[in-house]
């Protein structure tokens, strides 16, 4: 089973999934509110989702109205001409690398623009929440799920965070996975370390597409060790150093440096 790179757009659905807890609310009002200006200002293209819908779609923000309790989106193409006053919505983006999002409802669509709640809260995950790194090709990826009630399923790590995997699944051969399924048990390894067991929750199921080998999920650590999620996090940070130490970002560099296209850097970088 081959490994597959992750899209931006998988990135943020899998968070959608795990942004929105008090943990990571955005305390300050005033930092909230600045959050928001940024997104407007700064024309950083924002994810959008009907609540109970799979379907995303690429949006800006483009009026940001706190006193009057309004937001102004941009209408997404391929949107839903009909969509009902209050029909709740999330909104997700990476502002400086960072995930950053909000939930609210439609007030109304008039021409190109969505009018949407000025949001009661804002939420941000943890940087070291975000690290998502690729094993290297010699690191184990193997990963063995348990189910409640089913056949345990084989399937590969496509990449590791603090938080969770994304993981290329073979497709069960009694029942489908389902978003928000509880995993009694992954068992997976990591470069140079004993086999971890670690409860799990899946946060993600990509749709199943006819005649594929695999299914693509993302699943949330339940309650692991402190001792395991500690050796994911320390896996993940040596990864993430060695992917920036391959593109030569944050490096200092000679003048006689090599120059290197960034498409070669990123052939470097999946090679590691």
Same mark, same amino acid.
């Given at each position: 089973?081959?490994?597959?790179?992750?899209?931006?757009?998988? +990135?943020?659905?899998?968070?959608?999934?795990?942004?929105?807890?008090?943990?990571? #609310?955005?305390?300050?009002?005033?930092?909230?509110?600045? @959050?928001?200006?940024?997104?407007?200002?700064?024309? @950083?293209?924002?994810? &959008?989702?009907?609540? !109970?819908?799979? *379907?995303? &779609?690429?949006?800006?923000?483009?009026?940001?109205?706190? *006193?009057? %309790?309004?937001? %102004?989106?941009?209408?997404?193409?391929? &949107?839903?001409?009909?969509?009902?006053? %209050?029909?709740?919505?999330?909104?997700?983006?990476? =502002?400086?690398? =960072?995930?950053?999002?909000?939930?609210?409802?439609?007030?109304?669509?008039?021409?190109?623009?969505?009018?949407?709640?000025?949001?009661?809260?804002?939420?941000?995950?943890?940087?070291? +929440?975000?690290?998502?790194?690729?094993?290297?090709? $010699?690191?184990?990826?193997?990963?063995?799920?348990?189910? $409640?009630?089913?056949? #345990?399923?084989? !399937?590969?790590? $496509?990449?590791?965070?603090?938080?969770?995997?994304? =993981?290329?699944?073979?497709?069960? /051969?009694?029942?489908?996975?389902? +978003?928000?399924?509880?995993?009694?048990?992954?068992? &997976?390894?990591?470069?140079?370390? /004993?086999?971890?067991?670690?409860?799990?929750? @899946?946060?993600?199921?990509?749709?199943?597409?006819?005649?594929?080998?695999?299914?693509?999920?993302?699943?949330?650590? $339940?309650?692991?060790?402190?001792?395991? +999620?500690? #050796?994911?996090?320390?896996?993940?940070?040596?990864?993430?150093?060695?992917?920036?130490?391959?593109?030569?970002? !944050?490096?200092?560099?000679?003048?006689?440096?090599? *120059?290197?296209?960034? /498409?070669?850097? =990123?052939?470097?970088?999946?090679?590691?």
């Amino acid at each position: 089973m081959s490994k597959r790179r992750v899209t931006m757009t998988e +990135q943020l659905h899998d968070a959608r999934h795990r942004l929105f807890d008090a943990h990571y #609310r955005v305390s300050s009002s005033l930092r909230a509110a600045h @959050i928001l200006s940024s997104l407007q200002r700064e024309h @950083i293209f924002c994810t &959008f989702w009907l609540e !109970g819908r799979s *379907t995303s &779609f690429n949006t800006l923000l483009l009026e940001v109205r706190e *006193t009057d %309790g309004w937001l %102004g989106v941009d209408v997404p193409p391929n &949107f839903p001409k009909v969509v009902p006053s %209050g029909s709740a919505i999330a909104m997700l983006a990476r =502002i400086d690398g =960072i995930i950053s999002g909000f939930r609210s409802a439609i007030v109304r669509i008039e021409g190109d623009v969505v009018t949407i709640r000025y949001p009661d809260a804002v939420y941000q995950l943890q940087r070291r +929440q975000l690290y998502r790194v690729p094993p290297t090709v $010699q690191d184990p990826d193997q990963v063995e799920i348990y189910r $409640q009630g089913a056949q #345990r399923v084989m !399937g590969r790590m $496509q990449d590791v965070s603090a938080g969770g995997l994304r =993981i290329l699944a073979s497709c069960p /051969k009694d029942y489908p996975f389902r +978003q928000n399924e509880v995993v009694p048990q992954l068992i &997976f390894t990591l470069r140079g370390g /004993k086999s971890l067991h670690v409860p799990a929750i @899946i946060r993600f199921v990509e749709p199943h597409r006819p005649g594929a080998m695999g299914v693509m999920l993302g699943v949330e650590f $339940q309650n692991p060790p402190a001792a395991d +999620q500690e #050796r994911v996090a320390q896996y993940v940070q040596a990864r993430d150093r060695e992917i920036l130490r391959v593109l030569g970002i !944050g490096l200092h560099r000679s003048a006689k440096a090599e *120059t290197v296209s960034w /498409k070669n850097l =990123i052939k470097r970088w999946w090679k590691t």
